[in-house]
């Protein structure tokens, strides 16, 4: 991957940056989302944020040797902690875990006021991060589910809005959990996670059901949750 050449899942995430976006890119790595973003669009701006040194200098020296200093910031820091408050209209985090991108939007919440979009990319537990949209006034406007190089990345787009516009309110949890765009949109892509996450479910079911003393409330959970991913595979 490099500045010309993007990998398909940080491709994907660019589409959602509006033309003439002002955003930052939180664990930017290379800095290469900027980069190609600034490159493809000479009305764009950035912050890279990066919280080791090492890729806070790799950063730096590729936003250097593409001539983008001026429109390009680079900081060294934690999460939003780079960010100045009302600093950027849009916000990318890619490349980590649910739980830590959510950790990192509810310790910067101060920092959101002006931000109008968030592009989460969580490699795993992506319900973390929808729970956080929904509980923080971003509504789930689409989401796309891709396959690279043998893992599976799902994309969340939040924009600023009503939170609960794209649920359903009598299957929240399901859609928490799965994705209410990817519910609706299926595929093939979806269907291979589904299967998956099926067969590890009716495996731990039936390794709960086989303990000394059963957790009858656990059982009832993982019940209800095997129903959901065979309704979601129909």
């Known amino acids: 991957m490099n500045v010309n ?21 939180i664990g930017s790595d290379h800095a290469y989302l900027p980069c190609y973003v600034c490159l493809n669009d000479p009305s764009a701006q950035a912050i890279a944020g ?4 090492g890729p806070y200098t790799s950063a730096w020296k590729e936003v250097k040797d593409h001539g983008l200093e ?21 916000i990318v985090i890619a490349g980590m875990g649910g739980p830590l991108i959510r950790d990192i939007l509810e310790n910067g919440k101060e ?27 971003y509504d789930l ?49 979806f269907n291979v996670k589904c299967k998956a996450e099926l067969e590890k479910k009716e495996y731990v079911l039936s390794q709960v059901k086989q303990a000394s003393v059963v957790n009858e409330e656990k059982v009832a959970q993982l019940q209800v949750e095997i129903n959901w991913l065979k309704e979601a595979l129909k």
């Not at 920092?111 to 006034?137: C, M, Y």
């Not at 794209?166 to 949109?185: R, V």
């Open 5 to 25: 050449q993007l990998s398909k899942r940080l491709a994907n995430v660019a589409e959602y940056l509006p033309k003439g976006s002002l955003f930052a890119d």
């Open 50 to 53: 990066e919280v080791n040194q």
């Open 70 to 90: 001026g429109r390009i910031d680079v900081r060294l820091g934690n999460g939003l902690q780079v960010l100045k408050p009302n600093e950027v209209y849009q």
């Open 111 to 137: 920092k959101l006021s002006e931000t109008e979009r968030i592009i989460a990319q969580p490699n795993i537990d992506a319900r973390s991060v929808r729970k956080w949209f929904f509980q923080n006034g």
């Open 141 to 189: 406007t689409d989401e796309i589910i891709l396959e690279e190089n043998g893992h599976i990345y799902e994309i969340l787009v939040g924009d600023k809005g009503k939170p609960d516009a794209s649920y359903d309110s009598l299957n929240l949890e399901k859609q928490l959990w799965l994705g209410p765009h990817l519910l609706k949109k299926g595929g093939k892509v």
